[in-house]
């Protein structure tokens, strides 16, 4: 699946089951769920550090066409996911969340 690319959304569509969205977390080593969101929460040593990793963030965002809402301060960053327009929880979330960790990895 780390090959896929995000595909645009809309309302209502391709809005995961709960059932889904539990194998996709189960997935994704230190990955949660926040209400209709995914969400990792990455620690690090200062602040340099932390704010490279909202840029790689950014820049694989932009590259995958579907953008994360990040949230970095010393010593922390935090990337969260969610299909705003289809009104929940889609592949693209879990395709992009997997693909940073390889990126990461």
Not at 8 to 26: D, F, H, K, R, W
Not at 49 to 67: P, R
Request: charged fraction near 20%.
């Amino acid at each position: 699946m780390t090959e896929a690319v995000c595909v645009p959304c809309s309302e209502g569509t391709g809005v995961l089951t709960e059932e889904m969205i539990a194998e996709g977390l189960a997935g994704l080593d230190g990955w949660a769920r926040r209400g209709e969101t995914i969400y990792k929460r990455y620690e690090f040593k200062g602040f340099a550090k932390a704010t490279q990793m909202a840029n790689l963030v950014a820049w694989h965002s932009d590259k995958m066409g579907h953008h994360a809402d990040i949230s970095f301060g010393w010593g922390y960053c935090e990337v969260v996911y969610t299909s705003h327009e289809a009104g929940g929880l889609t592949e693209n979330d879990f395709l992009c969340a997997m693909r940073l960790e390889a990126l990461l990895a």
